[in-house]
Nanobody, 124 residues
Framework: QVQLVESGGGLVQSGGSLRLSCAAS????????IAWFRQAPGKEREGVSC????????YYVDSVKGRFTISRDNAKNTVYLQMNSLKPEDTGIYYC?????????????????WGQGTQVTVSS
């Protein structure tokens, strides 16, 4: 059974840090492009970061550059999102997603596998 499971969300004060994990089962993550998306109440789903399958190139939305780091641990079949210097506007449900083809990194409709999401709340 193909499954992505996110964990690591929580409540943190502004300026704090969290590390999200995206663990895969039923398939090997390193053959896939993996992205993190987030969705705040009343807003559309937004691409946050992506790591490519081919060479582990990383991509970030401008609002998180310098604060978030995406990484991959193939031995654990897990992708991480380290989030530092968190701001209240980072609040939302964070989802990891996987796709095998294409370079439109933040087009959520192109991702075929999704986790259930993990809530991140940043208080001011």
């Amino acid at each position: 059974q193909v499954q992505l499971v996110e964990s690591g969300g929580g409540l943190v004060q502004s300026g704090g840090s969290l590390r999200l994990s995206c663990a895969a089962s039923g398939f090997t993550l390193d053959y896939y492009h993996i992205a993190w998306f987030r969705q705040a109440p009343g807003k559309e789903r937004e691409g946050v970061s992506c790591i490519s399958a081919s060479d582990d190139s990383t991509y970030y939305v401008d609002s998180v550059k310098g604060r978030f780091t995406i990484s991959r641990d193939n031995a654990k079949n897990t992708v991480y999102l380290q989030m530092n210097s968190l701001k209240p506007e980072d609040t939302g449900i964070y989802y990891c997603a996987a796709k095998k083809w294409g370079q439109n990194w933040f087009a959520h409709q192109l991702y075929g596998f999704w986790g259930q999401g993990t809530q991140v709340t940043v208080s001011s």
